[in-house]
């Protein structure tokens, strides 16, 4: 049962206009949310996190938003550039544990 | 700092074959875990380690074993190779304390495995 899910396997977005990833999730005992980025043939780097008792959090071109009622989130990239053409995870954390539970990923692609 | 370093990069094994894959961290983090990598499945958890001498299962613990000897190393053992085994691996470690915002997580760049 896939407890962390990102429903858009794919996203194209033009150059400098808004992407917009989404993540759902299903366990309400998640107390921290995490976005990753993938390059082909690299590790997943991390972009930005947030709290579950917080709902927005923001950092450069970065905004992540959590609306807990609707056990969701979603990352803002604004403006979009080409070099944010990767695969982005969504991953949430147990409270009182380590691991992380990831989604399944969205390939997003900026367009010139 | 070499961070989390993962060998080899890429192996072929024949089915029923067993290997390691490695997993260094000069980081002297305590939480050190391995995910592998699936189309459409995102990352899933095999095994993880919260200190030496410490193990746990993931999610998808079958075919595979861990042991942790060292703070600085992780193997991952496959003993019997399976097609379903096919996947990119990754190792990951953390600091147990709160690591910031990014729970501190560095992941190795990955394994690719193919098992024919």
């Known amino acids: 049962d896939q407890q962390v899910k990102q429903n858009s396997p794919s996203l194209s977005v033009q150059e400098g206009r808004i992407s917009i990833l989404n993540c759902d999730y299903t366990?309400?005992?998640?107390?921290?949310f995490l976005w990753y980025k993938k390059y082909p043939a690299e590790g997943p780097t991390f972009l930005i996190s947030?709290?579950?008792?917080?709902d927005k959090n923001e950092d450069g071109r970065f905004t992540v938003f959590l609306n807990k009622s609707a056990k969701h989130l979603s990352l803002h990239i604004v403006p979009s550039q080409p070099g944010d053409s990767a695969v982005y995870f969504c991953a949430a954390k147990f409270q009182g544990a380590q691991k992380l539970v990831f989604g399944q990923g969205t390939r997003l692609t900026i367009n010139p | 700092n070499a961070g989390v370093t993962q060998t080899p990069k890429f192996q072929v094994l024949k089915t029923g074959q067993s290997m390691t894959l490695q997993c260094a961290q000069d980081m002297n983090h305590e939480y050190m875990s391995w995910y592998r990598q699936d189309p459409g499945m995102g990352l899933r958890l095999i095994h993880y380690?919260?200190?030496?001498?410490?193990?746990d299962q993931g999610e998808v613990p079958n075919g595979y074993n861990v042991s942790r000897s060292t703070t600085e190393d992780f193997p991952l053992r496959l003993l019997s190779a399976a097609p379903s085994q096919t996947s990119v691996y990754f190792c990951?470690?953390?600091?147990?304390?709160?690591?910031?915002?990014?729970?501190?997580?560095?992941f190795g760049s990955g394994t690719r495995l193919t098992v024919v």
């Open positions: 990951a470690s953390r600091s147990q304390g709160p690591g910031g915002a990014n729970y501190g997580y560095t």
């Open positions: 380690s919260v200190g030496a001498g410490i193990t």
């Open positions: 366990n309400s005992m998640f107390d921290y």
């Open positions: 947030i709290s579950s008792i917080k």
